[in-house]
């Protein structure tokens, strides 16, 4: 599963470089992480990560780096894995399920739309550590 994590992830992002297997190992076992995988003739052809956590006004649900191998899109992969993000994160008990994507991911937009997911009127703030 690692070597097809390592493949997606730059399709994913350009400059989404290698994560080192110790990081890799240390989300699997992160409470609350949980790392999904398509896969077609025994290939990972995708993957979504979904975080799930508790804060004081509900049980959230976010999920993060969504990515289907370019040569597998528009199969129904994508579809596949945030429709079970969805059905994993309430039967986990989430109020919602919510995620982000650029704007000019106009396919993964489309996509997160027609599994039913709303664009939301907030303003997204980001404070970097570096």
Do not use: C
Not at 22 to 44: P, V
Not at 68 to 83: K, T
């Amino acid at each position: 599963m690692f070597d097809a994590v390592l493949r997606l992830l730059p399709q994913l992002a350009s400059g989404s470089g290698s994560i080192p297997d110790e990081r890799f190992r240390k989300i699997l076992k992160t409470e609350g992480t949980h790392l999904f995988i398509a896969e077609h003739e025994n290939k990972i052809v995708g993957m979504l990560t979904l975080v799930i956590y508790d804060i004081p006004t509900a049980t959230r649900a976010w999920i993060e780096d969504v990515v289907v191998d370019e040569s597998q899109r528009g199969l129904g992969f994508g579809m596949e894995l945030i429709n079970f993000a969805i059905e994993f994160a309430r039967s986990s008990g989430a109020k919602a399920v919510d995620l982000t994507s650029r704007p000019s991911r106009i396919t993964a937009n489309r996509l997160y739309q027609k599994t039913g997911f709303a664009i939301r009127e907030t303003n997204v703030y980001r404070y970097d550590l570096k």
